[in-house]
């Protein structure tokens, strides 16, 4: 999930530097930045907590690597680990990171004036890769296959006769150096065997921002476009626009299509970036109003239930995401047509809330000015039983993960053993479906409202937002609710399937298996594979070492699964770090034939370039699905097609044993998992 963001000032060459790694990150998002001494990092930083982690320092440490972070002095890194900081910025500005290789330290310093921003291009990582000259090779396929065995090249339909341990072929001249064999066999008649979810695809749409099926929802509930670069306002993607394109998703290999929330958002607006630069409205869908309900931009129930029946036709299981620790803010339009009584309303205000514009010394968080955060009348909005908040009888947010409120939104008492009322505008709310339970506490209440999701739709599983920040017992309740809700639509039905599926969002969490697997998690997505990316990309030996210990774990942990991506909505695009679609292609190659599950996130397969973002970077991760597309774009397209038809055909890919296979040059491997066996091998550039 989006919250509070980090700006960022960049002015990177392609000089040559060092593979170091600077990540700066606040509980909600996190971006890495190359280290060299050429070239300081200087970032805007608002005012807030930030980690700050330093890898792979290359060189040797002395034993002066310090634990504390301070201004205008050398920290002294450790080459060893990880060197981790905690930031407190007071005062909000431009810092800059200095690096200094030979010591190695690093300087943090705050400038004095703000320079011109500049477009973030990443150099690509300078490695030494092999290099493949075209023409035939030789690949050595040890004793995976037996002599005899006839197998075929995935990109250019070669078959191969396997002699002496190995094959001869010629590589393809667009598959950048890659080459993926598997076995010929005679296509039989038989049932589609279950999804093993640790080679699952998941395909994520931020649904607004897909394709739009139904203009004539565009505007719901007043809602404004703002005439400019319309950086967060809706764009009108919804659930008829993902059905529309439903056979694309299919053809990309897709196991299962993650949805951004779908339910009713906040009406209105509030205020983007640190500068109000922009009005900010709930597009993404993490911020809601009434979790039971499909949000009108986004469609009604008929739309749902026709895309999980479409989806469930192609043999594509639909993941909805659940939201359970915090409500979405206060707008103006939804505490006018609420009628809470908080907002004195200035005489040259519009009668209608959701049309407000700042005036010429205002921006979009100055209608703040007229709200009353003292008034006790935010008693009849969500009450003290049901928030933490800063409202008059209302309980003070924490600093710990539990208790503590996400860039302010309402934090849900989810601890709390209480019983409590909806309030009444909740309940008054037109369409809902909430009502007054006897006994219910607030987690009550949240999970059959997340769960209703599954028993009227036939939901196959959620991709449960901000994991850390509610307590286990709550998760569990939740996959047991929902596993129970699964099996009543499957009866009602007469339908059968795969057990309830749910994967969690524990914000920088890489591949092991920690305990929150026991808290009714069948997978957490892995924050560490967009950091291995880079060098992956640049030379694809380079993900040697990690593919064998996520494979190694997998085979250990019989519970673990790991979900790794290349984009994300609240970190970075890919293609945005390098503008290469030769880097795009090959950090494909190193995402979808990973072990562990993987997510796409819509438009990688294409490039999709940023967008528009005024003060707040991750919006522009959010940019419109690319639909119209150059020549570049389709040829990165039928490389990511036949990668993930690849992988869907081969379940030995994601939840295979994998073993290394050494060849004369290159990198080459085997992924095995019962009779399933595939050889992938990297040439050279």
Not at 71 to 93: A, W, Y
Not at 176 to 200: I, S
Not at 492 to 509: I, R
Not at 512 to 540: E, H, T
Request: hydrophobic share 35%.
């Amino acid at each position: 999930m989006k919250l509070n963001t980090i700006t960022t000032l960049l002015f990177l060459a392609s000089a040559n530097l060092s593979a170091a790694t600077l990540t700066i990150s606040t509980t909600t998002n996190s971006r890495d930045y190359p280290l060299s001494e050429e070239h300081p990092i200087n970032v805007e930083l608002s005012k807030d907590s930030y980690s700050i982690k330093i890898t792979d320092i290359d060189g040797s440490c002395s034993s002066e690597a310090t634990t504390a972070l301070k201004f205008n002095t050398p920290t002294h890194l450790d080459c060893q680990k990880p060197s981790e900081f905690d930031l407190k910025i007071r005062v909000s500005g431009n810092y800059l990171f200095t690096f200094n290789q030979e010591a190695p330290s690093i300087t943090l310093t705050k400038q004095k004036s703000k320079t011109v921003k500049k477009e973030f291009k990443r150099p690509i990582p300078k490695v030494t890769c092999d290099s493949y000259q075209g023409g035939e090779v030789t690949l050595n396929v040890a004793t995976t296959f037996a002599d005899g065995t006839n197998l075929r090249e995935k990109f250019t339909g070669q078959v191969v006769t396997v002699d002496n341990q190995q094959v001869t072929l010629t590589p393809s001249t667009q598959s950048g150096g890659m080459v993926l064999l598997e076995p010929v066999k005679k296509q039989k008649n038989k049932e589609v065997q279950p999804l093993d979810w640790r080679n699952a695809n998941i395909y994520f749409v931020m649904v607004d921002r897909f394709n739009n099926g139904n203009p004539n929802n565009d505007g719901s509930y007043g809602r404004q476009k703002d005439g400019k670069d319309e950086v967060g306002t809706f764009h009108g993607g919804d659930l008829k626009g993902v059905i529309e394109k439903l056979d694309y998703i299919q053809s990309l290999g897709t196991d299962a299509l993650w949805l951004s929330p779908i339910v009713e958002q906040i009406h209105g607006f509030v205020g983007g970036g640190e500068k109000g630069s922009f009005p900010f409205y709930a597009y993404h869908g993490y911020w809601t109003r009434d979790f039971t309900k499909i949000d009108e931009n986004f469609g009604n129930d008929s739309d749902l239930a026709l895309l999980v029946q479409e989806a469930h036709k192609r043999g594509i299981k639909v993941l909805l995401d659940a939201v359970v620790n915090h409500s979405g803010y206060a707008s103006l339009a939804d505490l006018q047509f609420d009628g809470v009584d908080v907002v004195s309303a200035k005489s040259n205000w519009p009668d209608n809330w959701t049309t407000w514009t700042p005036s010429s010394n205002e921006n979009w968080h100055s209608y703040n000015n007229s709200i009353d955060y003292s008034s006790q009348n935010w008693m009849d909005w969500w009450g003290p039983d049901w928030i933490r908040a800063g409202f008059p009888n209302h309980s003070k947010p924490g600093t710990g993960d539990i208790k503590m409120s996400l860039a302010g939104l309402p934090d849900f008492i989810t601890e709390s053993d209480k019983a409590v009322t909806p309030p009444k505008w909740l309940l008054a709310n037109p369409g809902t479906r909430v009502s007054s339970r006897q006994n219910f506490t607030v987690s009550d209440y949240l999970i059959e409202w997340q769960t209703d999701w599954v028993k009227r739709f036939g939901i196959d599983g959620f991709r449960v937002d901000t994991v850390k920040h509610v307590e286990g017992e709550v998760w569990q309740r939740l996959k047991k609710q929902a596993t129970e809700n699964l099996n009543v639509w499957r009866k009602q039905n007469g339908k059968s399937g795969q057990p309830f599926w749910m994967m969690g969002e524990v914000w920088g969490h890489s591949a092991y298996r920690s305990p929150y697997f026991d808290d009714g998690f069948d997978a957490l997505i892995n924050f560490d594979m967009q950091k291995k990316m880079d060098k992956g990309a640049a030379c694809f030996s380079y993900i040697a070492d990690t593919y064998q210990s996520y494979a190694d774990t997998i085979q250990s942990e019989k519970d673990f699964n790991p979900v790794s991506y290349m984009s994300s909505h609240d970190t970075e695009l890919f293609f945005s770090r390098y503008k290469s679609f030769d880097m795009q292609r090959d950090a494909a190659s190193a995402l979808l034939l990973s072990p562990g599950a993987i997510q796409v996130y819509y438009g990688d397969e294409v490039a999709r370039a940023i967008g528009p973002y005024a003060d707040d970077f991750h919006q522009g991760t959010r940019s419109d699905m690319i639909w119209q597309l150059d020549g570049e774009r389709e040829k990165l397209l039928e490389h990511w097609k036949i990668l993930g038809q690849f992988r869907k055909a081969h379940p030995a890919i994601g939840a295979g044993y994998h073993k290394e296979l050494k060849q004369s040059s290159g990198y080459a491997f085997s992924r095995i998992l019962g009779d399933d066996k595939i050889i992938v091998a990297f040439v050279g550039k």
